[in-house]
């Protein structure tokens, strides 16, 4: 082989790598780098953020965070919230996508007001939410008060504080979750619909047995992107109750325990171990939406 012809093969080699090179260098810098640094951080003992010190390294830290009630209190926060906001804004955003996939006459209007959410910022449409909630002049309140029903303290009193998170956490994503949905159902091939309306299917059986069926890759990718957001959980909480994990401190979740380890009590160790527990458990649910993803699509070829 000449030199010449060796020389071009080799930059045909290098030429693939030199354009993955800008994202080699942003992934290693900014994400492989500070993920390995916190795995490392969450064993030292005692860390010393001023003096870079430790006592040792073990598992004294994870030890020490599954003892805390406050870490149990939020893992069982944020399992409630992801449990009850994913499924249900998944449920009202398909319905949703599917009403404004029509073409009628003004579903621009509809699809401008539902995708608002999108471009608001979440603390300013917080303290909005906050003030819909007061237990004196909201309008929660106020409807309940139309029906003959009792008033309710929603970000006052610890027993509604997380059916407020949630009511807040659903209305919030569905934007997001209705243009995935709505993307996935115009990539479905319209003459299964005629074919269906020839045969006289009803609208509710096309849309159980063809619409659903077709739609359920895009609804399994919107589980799972909700759900590693549901457990991220921070921001809808924080303008909510001033800041403040819930009315009585109730509310910890995991993502605000972690920021309570690391900036109130300036544990790092704790707050290291805390993430590398939520990364865990995100890792293990995505894991079986997967696996769950990939049975049923086994079932649907046989």
């Known amino acids: 082989m000449k030199y010449s012809e060796k020389r071009e093969r080799m930059k045909q080699s290098a030429e693939p790598w030199l354009y993955l090179l800008p994202f080699m260098v942003f992934f290693i810098v900014f994400i492989f780098y500070p993920a390995v640094n916190v795995l490392i951080l969450s064993f030292k003992?005692?860390?010393?953020?001023?003096?870079?010190?430790?006592?040792?390294?073990?598992?004294?830290?994870?030890?020490?965070?599954?003892?805390?009630?406050?870490?149990?209190?939020?893992?069982?926060?944020?399992?409630l919230y992801v449990i009850f906001v994913v499924p249900v804004s998944t449920a009202l955003s398909t319905l949703a996508a599917q009403l404004l996939n029509r073409r009628i006459h003004g579903i621009a209007i509809f699809q401008t007001a539902f995708f608002m959410p999108m471009?608001?910022?979440?603390?300013?449409?917080?303290?909005?939410?906050?003030?819909?909630y007061n237990q004196k002049y909201g309008v929660f309140n106020f409807v309940l008060s139309k029906l003959g029903l009792s008033p309710v303290g929603w970000v006052d009193d610890s027993a509604w504080s997380l059916v407020s998170l949630v009511i807040f956490g659903i209305w919030n994503i569905l934007p997001f979750t209705i243009i995935l949905l709505m993307a996935g159902l115009q990539n479905i091939d319209e003459k299964y619909y005629i074919a269906a309306r020839i045969d006289g299917a009803r609208p509710l059986k096309i849309f159980t047995r063809i619409t659903i069926p077709l739609l359920s890759p895009t609804i399994f990718l919107v589980l799972i992107v909700n759900t590693i957001s549901c457990f991220k959980v921070f921001s809808e909480l924080y303008p909510l109750f001033n800041g403040k994990p819930g009315p009585y401190y109730n509310l910890y979740t995991v993502v605000y325990y972690i920021r309570y380890a690391m900036v109130e009590k300036r544990k790092y160790g704790y707050a290291a171990a805390a993430s590398m527990i939520f990364f865990l458990f995100v890792s293990i649910f995505t894991f079986l939406q997967l696996r769950l993803k990939s049975r049923m699509r086994i079932r649907g070829m046989n």
């Open 45 to 79: 003992q005692n860390y010393s953020h001023l003096r870079g010190t430790f006592d040792g390294l073990g598992f004294e830290n994870y030890r020490m965070i599954l003892e805390d009630g406050k870490f149990r209190q939020a893992l069982l926060n944020t399992f």
């Open 119 to 132: 471009v608001t910022s979440v603390t300013a449409v917080g303290l909005v939410w906050r003030f819909m």
